[in-house]
């Protein structure tokens, strides 16, 4: 169960709103502290969201729910006869059970013996079974066909050709862009195939913040599933952007860390791609004194960093 949700709205009241939908609270169920009261700028100019965190208050004993009280038992008044023959049967009680308890434990003294001996045999013959087991399973590998070259050769020969089949598809994505003057380079290694678009217009490939290059990325990766017999990883670039955008991710994610220590407060990032999330994630993993998460849907999930409580 969350117990805890930073929400982000064009309006305070809709951030708290949306953060209580999604707690499924009520107003007086739930905490809010505002770190972002938001600004409604002029004609859209200067507009800010307002960010909020909504926590839990109410917080259910999960014990009180498993364990239930029992009801109390009713009581009766006894006479004092009634309690002198309740005893008696209790001390007889107690003098047949300590009998039996003594022929118990002799009779697990002799059979003891024998149950070791039984746990030996079955322990072996397990052993047995586990090494005929293994046995079984390498004589089963081994009899797993092997691809012949002729195959191996047919393919390498579709997979070269899938992989000329998306460069293809990019240099004619990228004139109905309008830029004509467009080459693709590949080069491959392991399952790796990267792309890398020349051009003049390269700002134009790459898009605000390289959108339009992860759009060409995810279509090539797509493509690329479709007409190659291996399953690669595409990966599109132009004039070396995700490198330098992967080195723009980590001095933004130091500087978020930064801030949310300094502050004490959550940071919301602007929606980004999966992977460059996860280069955030993978980063201030190491930073102690705070946490990360993804929230929202895709294409608009966005990044939280937040202290640790």
Not at 65 to 71: D, G, M, Q, R, S
């Amino acid at each position: 169960m969350i117990d805890k949700y930073t929400a982000q709205a064009s309006t305070k009241e809709a951030a708290i709103e949306k953060g209580l939908k999604a707690l499924g609270l009520k107003r007086e169920e739930a905490e809010i502290i505002v770190t972002e009261p938001g600004k409604k700028g002029f004609l859209g100019i200067g507009q800010k969201d307002a960010v909020v965190v909504v926590k839990r208050t109410v917080a259910t004993n999960i014990m009180d729910e498993v364990f239930v009280t029992p009801a109390p038992r009713e009581t009766s008044v006894k006479t004092e006869k009634e309690f002198s023959d309740l005893r008696s049967e209790q001390l007889t009680s107690e003098f047949e059970q300590k009998d039996v308890t003594r022929s118990d434990e002799k009779e697990q003294l002799e059979t003891e013996p024998q149950k070791v001996e039984e746990s030996e045999v079955s322990s072996s013959d397990e052993n047995t079974k586990v090494v005929d087991d293994v046995a079984d399973i390498d004589d089963t590998e081994a009899a797993e066909p092997i691809i012949s070259e002729e195959e191996m050769k047919v393919k390498e020969e579709k997979d070269t050709n899938g992989i000329q089949v998306v460069a293809d598809y990019l240099t004619d994505i990228t004139s109905k862009m309008g830029i004509t003057d467009v080459s693709v380079n590949v080069s491959r290694e392991g399952k790796k195939v990267q792309y890398n678009i020349e051009t003049e217009d390269a700002g134009l490939v790459i898009g605000r913040h390289g959108k339009v290059l992860n759009s060409l990325q995810t279509l090539a990766q797509i493509q690329l599933h479709q007409v190659a017999e291996t399953k690669f990883f595409a990966k599109v670039d132009a004039e070396a952007y995700r490198d330098r955008r992967q080195k723009t991710i980590e001095h933004l994610a130091k500087r978020t860390a930064d801030k949310v220590k300094r502050t004490k407060r959550p940071v919301i990032l602007e929606p980004m791609p999966a992977h460059e999330r996860k280069l955030i994630h993978r980063y201030l993993n190491h930073h102690q004194g705070i946490q990360t998460h993804s929230e929202g849907k895709e294409p608009h999930r966005y990044l939280v960093v937040e202290p640790t409580e």
